[in-house]
Each structure stands twice: as structure tokens, then as C-alpha cells.
T-cell receptor, first 114, second 115 residues
């Protein structure tokens, strides 16, 4: 039972354009969502997060949008840079589980072409 | 600030053999996690420690996996005996308190291949 899904295995965009990565979840008890970025041979690194009481959170070029009614969140990167090329994981927390028990999606490989 | 340290970086073993992974979290971090990432999937939590006590091990296959965190600092994850399906990257992570949702800091992982 995959509670967090990233249905696009890969995304390719041109440098300077917008990258939009999508994530869907099924557990309505999730109340905190995070995005992690992973480069090859490295561990995931935290990128941005959003609480379920908000619908948008911005940090520089990165914005996360949350649509609770649709159980959907998205990560927008504007403008995209070649250094953004990595695997992006969306993760969710809550639902009565312990803090730190993140449920991850399968990841989306983002490639930004110069 | 030093990050989460893991060793070894790679390990190749045959099925039914045993293997152990080591993790040193960021200094002062009370909470330590072991995640398993199978190729093509997202990381999955195996076990979570708060200091040297277990908070959550509901997804740890206890017939073959064991973990300990002595003195609330370093941790070791062991698999005995290993199966082919244990081939994965084992990620250790730590966080400051673990008492609310906070960002986790991950190590680079140990890539295990079971032949």
C-alpha cells in the first residue's frame, strides 16, 4: 500500500524554465510534508516543508503548494538551474506515527539542460 | 559541523551471510533512524531510536535484522542471515530531538549487494 506516490519517474526541463514536481498521498492523517533532494552517492538532503495548516510555502527559488482536498502537493522550482538535476523525494509525516517516521514517494529524477 | 557518518560505503556478500553497518550521528542529536532504500523506491523507515531507546521498529524484519544504539550515540544495524531481497542502500539519519516534525540529516548510506 503506497501512501505517497510520485507518478512521474522523470522530468526534463530547460535551464531558466519552471520545474514542477508532483506528489499525491492517500492518508488523510498526514499533517506535514517535506521535499528532499538526492544527488548520486549521497544521502537525501532536506529542501523545503509545509504544514497541513498552510497551502503554500516559499524558500528562494523553491515553492511548495499543498491541496488538501485533492491530497496533492507540488514543488515548483523557478528558475531551474543545471545544479538542480537530482532525484526529488516527497515525504509525509503524521497520522499517529512517530515524528521522524517519514513515508517517502518513489522519487522523480529531474534533469535540467543548459 | 560534521555530518552523519556511515561505514562501510559498499558491501557485497552472499546470501545467508551476515553483515553489519555502523552509523555515527551528528553530535548532540538525540534521535537516530535507519532507513532502507531499495532501487527505484523511496526510503523506508526500519527503526527509530530516541537516545538509546527504541521508538518505532514496526517495519524491521526482526527475524533477521537487529539494531542497537549503545550509550545513545553510535548505532549498528545487523542482518543475519541476509537474503537476496535485502540488497538496498541503508541510510542512517539523525535529528535533534525527534519530539516534533523536524528535518532529518542523512548520511551517504551503505550500498549492500547480496549475491
Amino acid at each position: 500500500d503506497q501512501q505517497v506516490k510520485q507518478n512521474s519517474p522523470s522530468l526534463s526541463v530547460q535551464e531558466g524554465r519552471i520545474s514542477i514536481l508532483n506528489c499525491d498521498y492517500t492518508n488523510s492523517m498526514f499533517d506535514y510534508f517535506l521535499w528532499y533532494k538526492k544527488y548520486p552517492a549521497e544521502g537525501p538532503t532536506f529542501l523545503i516543508s509545509i504544514s497541513s495548516i498552510k497551502d503554500k510555502n516559499e524558500d528562494g527559488r523553491f515553492t511548495v503548494f499543498l491541496n488538501k482536498s485533492a491530497k496533492h502537493l507540488s514543488l515548483h522550482i523557478v528558475p531551474s538551474q543545471p545544479g538542480d538535476s537530482a532525484v526529488y523525494f516527497c515525504a509525509a509525516s503524521g497520522g499517529g506515527t512517530s515524528y521522524g517516521k517519514l513515508t517517502f514517494g518513489q522519487g522523480t529524477i529531474l534533469t535540467v539542460h543548459p | 559541523e560534521a555530518g552523519v557518518a556511515q561505514s562501510p560505503r559498499y558491501k557485497i556478500i552472499e546470501k545467508r551471510q551476515s553483515v553489519a553497518f555502523w552509523c555515527n550521528p551528528i553530535s548532540g542529536h538525540a534521535t537516530l533512524y535507519w532507513y532502507q532504500q531499495i532501487l527505484g523506491q523511496g526510503p523506508k523507515l526500519l527503526i527509530q531510536f530516541q537516545n538509546n531507546g527504541v521508538v518505532d521498529d514496526s517495519q524491521l524484519p526482526k527475524d533477521r535484522f537487529s539494531a542497537e544504539r549503545l550509550k545513545g550515540v553510535d548505532s549498528t544495524l545487523k542482518i543475519q542471515p541476509a537474503k537476496l531481497e535485502d540488497s538496498a542502500v541503508y541510510l542512517c539519519a539523525s535529528s535533534l530531538r525527534g519530539t516534533f516534525v523536524e528535518k532529518l540529516f542523512f548520511g551517504s548510506g551503505t550500498q549492500l549487494s547480496v549475491l
